[in-house]
């Protein structure tokens, strides 16, 4: 185990009712108005907002809105949040929704005190040095945005889907209520358990120093989605599923599972993010199609701990049944495993390939990842 440093500064409120307490964390920092963003108006028919609102109004926290956000969050609208906050000179950005409008909430939060294009901070030219604080109630569990520092954007213009990270935009307090996401339908439910996996597996094998207790996280997440997945499909009440759902996606990128280890990366994320780039499929859709792919080009690099993976997974002793074993998993729950499946053909993969390889530089991955090497992935899916 190599050294480290861990620090978590959100705190995470779980449970039924918990949004009700979202005015009271707001107002314990004396702030007074807030941005509130959030999807669709399905918040307000099913009572959620009127919850916030009231919750706010008791505390005397005044608000504006940003609505409209959506899966593969834009960057205008992100733009549109930015104006809006700096012109009604909001102290804090709440979020109600999933990670995308989480990642919008985080990244107007930066460039709502910053004079910079907020691109700029996605690119490399700019560095974060301050955020308006951010907090969260959370309506789909996914993308574990709600306990890191990380945000995630799409740039419309460039064809670009790159990520900031900045201790300045850990939220401050996020409200886990796993009934919250009851709404979510199945095949986002199937997204998301793709999702927190790969969260979980892309550093599991990836770092070169992967302590067993680290592994062992890993394991736990991995087979707790895939038990609960199945039992939420069946039987959407089951709160006690849903909420070990909701607890685990969380705890895939907290930071929890990556202490100890080393040089690790998010290989299948970066090239999933030029999927939906260009073709705007949701997230956890082109991750089920690129990870099986990638994991049968990667596997001799960590051939033990592939071994392990089948092993303690599937109870299986051979790599490549194992990688057979997620992927057929990913299409029993309903995600596509191949370009085919969201219409993308062979002739596209240059074209993928080729943004990929521009998010690898990015990313500090080009090393490895060359636009060659992002092919011969792709030609496995």
Not at 145 to 156: I, L
Not at 186 to 208: M, R
Request: with cysteine.
């Amino acid at each position: 185990m190599v050294d480290f440093t861990y620090h978590n500064p959100t705190k995470i409120e779980f449970g039924k009712e918990k949004e009700n307490l979202i005015g009271a964390e707001i107002a314990k920092e004396n702030i007074t108005k807030v941005l509130l963003c959030y999807g669709s108006e399905r918040i307000k028919t099913d009572g959620l907002y009127e919850k916030v609102t009231s919750s706010l109004k008791a505390k005397g926290i005044a608000w504006v809105e940003l609505s409209g956000i959506v899966s593969n969050p834009k960057l205008a609208k992100v733009n549109e949040g930015i104006a809006l906050a700096k012109k009604e000179k909001v102290q804090a950005i709440l979020a109600i929704g999933g990670g995308s409008v989480l990642d919008s909430a985080k990244t107007i939060a930066v460039g709502a005190l910053h004079g910079n294009d907020v691109w700029d901070f996605f690119i490399g030219k700019a560095s974060i040095e301050k955020a308006l604080p951010v907090y969260a109630i959370m309506t789909l569990a996914a993308t574990g945005s709600e306990m890191n520092g990380f945000a995630v954007v799409s740039n419309e213009e460039t064809k670009q889907k790159y990520s900031i990270q900045s201790a300045h935009i850990y939220p401050k307090v996020s409200v886990l209520n796993p009934e919250l996401t009851k709404s979510v339908p199945n095949d986002y439910l199937a997204y998301s358990a793709v999702d927190i996996i790969a969260h979980s597996i892309e550093g599991y094998f990836t770092a070169p120093d992967q302590p067993h207790f680290q592994s062992r996280m890993v394991e736990g997440i991995v087979k707790t989605v895939m038990e609960t997945t199945e039992i939420l499909l069946k039987n959407p009440e089951d709160y006690n599923a849903r909420a070990e759902f909701t607890w685990a996606a969380t705890q895939a990128l907290n930071g929890s599972t990556t202490a100890g280890t080393n040089l690790s990366g998010f290989p299948s994320h970066m090239i999933e993010h030029s999927l939906s780039a260009l073709f705007n499929i949701a997230h956890g859709a082109g991750l089920a199609i690129v990870i099986p792919a990638w994991m049968q080009w990667y596997k001799n690099k960590n051939h033990a701990q592939f071994e392990r993976f089948s092993k303690e997974i599937f109870g299986l002793d051979s790599v490549d049944e194992g990688i057979l074993a997620l992927k057929n998993w990913f299409a029993k729950i309903g995600a596509p495993v191949s370009l085919e499946k969201v219409s993308i053909g062979k002739n596209e993969i240059s074209a993928i390939a080729e943004n990929a390889a521009h998010t690898a530089v990015v990313w500090g991955m080009s090393d490895t990842y060359t636009q060659r090497a992002i092919e011969d992935i792709l030609h496995n899916a």
